[in-house]
Every structure is written in structure tokens, then in C-alpha cells.
């Protein structure tokens, strides 16, 4: 019943103009990023290796294993590319700046591999508040940053080691 009489209705109602924005229409803030760096802007924070979430290892010869600098920016980012492209766990990254994404997480390996880079991320806690990430996403996000890792030939006894070191961050970024 309610079909039949709402159909003429429908079909009587006219498409809206072309020349519509609907960003504007709805109140969607286009957000300009930084000329510099690509990035999307943040809130003000404190910048700190601390942030990074693990002391980094006492020499260099992790960074060594994982092909110095050059081979940690590789590994960020094909892992980037990995959690941004999984449908397990796209969603957690949709509408988030991949390319403030891609360095920080350059950086926060870099750092912990001790490689000679400094960490300018947000802490853990709050970098991952209100992403509703649970577990399974965290086992995704792991898979993913192994095939990284093999895909560069990281030994696996580097791959764990280095794992280890950021397994204590779970507790900072899982919320359910």
C-alpha cells in the first residue's frame, strides 16, 4: 500500500540542478593541507621520541637487518600501502591523512630500529583514540607489517625482535 501510493510521488519529483555543491549544501569543510608537506593539519601537541610507544634497540645493527634507513622507508611504506588497501581493516584508515600516516610511521620505526631518526608522531594512546580498533584489526595491522617485512628480506629473527618491541603498544591502541 504504502508503495503504490508514494510511487506517483516519487516519480513526479524533479532531479536537483547540476550546478548543486552539496559539500556546501551539507556543511563539509574542505580541508587544505600543509603546501609544505602534504600533510593534513593537527592540533598542537608535544613532540617527543617518548611518544614512539618503545625505547629504540641499543645498536644499529636491527636497522642494518632491515636495510638501513632506505630499507625502513620502504617497509612503512608498503605497509602504509597494505593497511590503507585491506578491506579488514581499510576502514579504520578511510579518511585518515595517509601522508601524515606514512611519515610518522617512518619515523617510529626508524627511531626504534635506531637508525638515526627522531619520532614527531603523537603518543599511542592518543593517535589511535576513538578508531574503535579491537584484536582482530591489531592481528591485521601485524600480518600486514610481516609481508612488509618479508617482502624486504628481513631475517626472521629481526622481524620478531622488532615486533617485540612494539607488541606493548597494544594495550594503547585496542579500545574494544
Known amino acids: 500500500m504504502f508503495l503504490t501510493a508514494t510511487l ?6 524533479q532531479a536537483p540542478a547540476g550546478d548543486i555543491d552539496w559539500d556546501k549544501e551539507f556543511g563539509v569543510e574542505e580541508v587544505e593541507r600543509d603546501p609544505v608537506t602534504g600533510e593534513i593539519p593537527v592540533e598542537p601537541y608535544t613532540k617527543s621520541n617518548a611518544n614512539a610507544g618503545a625505547t629504540p634497540f641499543n645498536s644499529d645493527a636491527m636497522a642494518a637487518h632491515f636495510g638501513g634507513r632506505d630499507g625502513i622507508e620502504r617497509i612503512a611504506d608498503r605497509f602504509t600501502d597494505l593497511n590503507f588497501a585491506d578491506p579488514r581493516i581499510g576502514g579504520i584508515f578511510a579518511g585518515h591523512d595517509e601522508v601524515r600516516f606514512r611519515r610518522t610511521i617512518f619515523e617510529q620505526f626508524c627511531y626504534i630500529l635506531n637508525a638515526g ?22 592481528n591485521a595491522i601485524v600480518e600486514n607489517l610481516q609481508q612488509a617485512m618479508r617482502e624486504e628480506n628481513v631475517p626472521f629473527a629481526a622481524q620478531n625482535r622488532f615486533l617485540s618491541k612494539l607488541a ?9
Open 8 to 13: 506517483p510521488l516519487l516519480l513526479m519529483q
Open 168 to 176: 606493548p603498544m597494544s594495550g594503547d591502541v585496542i579500545e574494544r
Open 117 to 138: 631518526c627522531d619520532y614527531t608522531g603523537r603518543d599511542m594512546q592518543s593517535s589511535h583514540a576513538g578508531l574503535g580498533s579491537r584484536k582482530a584489526d591489531l
